[in-house]
C-alpha cells in the first residue's frame, strides 16, 4: 500500500540554524500538508501546497518558513533560523484532492532545536 | 473560528465498548475524520464520514454523526489492549486544510 514517507525521523538542531525536513508523498497526490504537534498539544495545520504554489498557509507560518517541491517526489519545510518554540513533531500529508481527498499522514520527523 | 473539541482521556476494559466524542463549530465542514496515533508513531486514518451521513460502520468501528449539534463519536466495540492510542477527531475545512482536537487518550484495562 503506498504510504506517505518522511526524513529523517529525527533531528536535533541548534537555535538558529536552518533544517531541511524532507517528505515524499504518494506518488499520484497533488496536494500537500504540513502539521505540526508541540508535545502534549493539538496538531497545527501549517501551510497546504498545490501545482508549486501555496495554497493556504497558517499565522505559524511566517517569513522563517518555506516549502518547495525540488523534483516530481520530494516536498521540502525548510526552517530558515530555528527558534526553540520550533521544536515539535512535523508531519507531512498528501491528498488526490482538496475538497474530497482524504490526507494521508507520514510518520513524522521530531525537531529538537536546543 | 473553527474549533474542535474532545475529552482528554477514556479508561475502559477489554472487551468493552468505548465511545470517544467529539465536537466542532464549522457547521460546512464536508468531511470528519478519526485518525489514531500510537506512542511515537503518525496519524493513522482509521474512518471518515462524509457530512451529509448519519453513520458509518466499518469493522468493530462505529462513527456517529449529529450535524444539527455538531457532534460526532466513534465506537469502537471489543475494545482490545492494541485499541490503546490517542484518538483525534478532525474537521475538514472548505479550504482543505484539516483542523485537529486535542485527542483523547484511550486507556484499555486487561
Known amino acids: 500500500e503506498p504510504e506517505v514517507t518522511q526524513t529523517p525521523s529525527h533531528q536535533v538542531t541548534q537555535m538558529g540554524q536552518e533544517v531541511i525536513l524532507r517528505c515524499v508523498p504518494i506518488?499520484?497526490?497533488?496536494?500537500f500538508y504540513w502539521y505540526r504537534q508541540i508535545l502534549g498539544q493539538k496538531v497545527e495545520f501549517l501551510v497546504s501546497f498545490y501545482n508549486n504554489e501555496i495554497s493556504e498557509k497558517s499565522e505559524i507560518f511566517d517569513d522563517q518558513f518555506s516549502v518547495e517541491r525540488p523534483d516530481g517526489s520530494n516536498f521540502t519545510l525548510k526552517i530558515r533560523s530555528t527558534k526553540l518554540e520550533d521544536s515539535a513533531m512535523y508531519f507531512c500529508?498528501?491528498?488526490?484532492?482538496?475538497?474530497?481527498?482524504?490526507?494521508?499522514f507520514g510518520p513524522g520527523t521530531r525537531l529538537l532545536v536546543l | 473560528g473553527e474549533d474542535v473539541e474532545q475529552s482528554l482521556f477514556l479508561s475502559v476494559r477489554e472487551g468493552d465498548s468505548s465511545v470517544i466524542n467529539c465536537t466542532y463549530t464549522?457547521?460546512?465542514?464536508?468531511?470528519l475524520y478519526w485518525y489514531k496515533q500510537e506512542p511515537g508513531a503518525g496519524l493513522q486514518l482509521l474512518t471518515y464520514?462524509?457530512?451529509?451521513?448519519d453513520m458509518k460502520q466499518d469493522q468493530r468501528l462505529t462513527v456517529l454523526l449529529n450535524k444539527k449539534d455538531k457532534h460526532l463519536s466513534l465506537r469502537i466495540a471489543d475494545t482490545q489492549t492494541g485499541d490503546s492510542a490517542i484518538y483525534f477527531c478532525?474537521?475538514?475545512?472548505?479550504?482543505?486544510?484539516?483542523?485537529f482536537g486535542q485527542g483523547t487518550t484511550l486507556q484499555v484495562k486487561p
Open positions: 478532525a474537521e475538514k475545512s472548505n479550504t482543505g486544510k484539516l483542523i
Open positions: 464520514i462524509f457530512s451529509n451521513m
Open positions: 500529508a498528501s491528498s488526490d484532492r482538496r475538497g474530497g481527498g482524504t490526507q494521508y
Open positions: 464549522d457547521s460546512s465542514s464536508t468531511y
Open positions: 506518488s499520484n497526490h497533488l496536494y
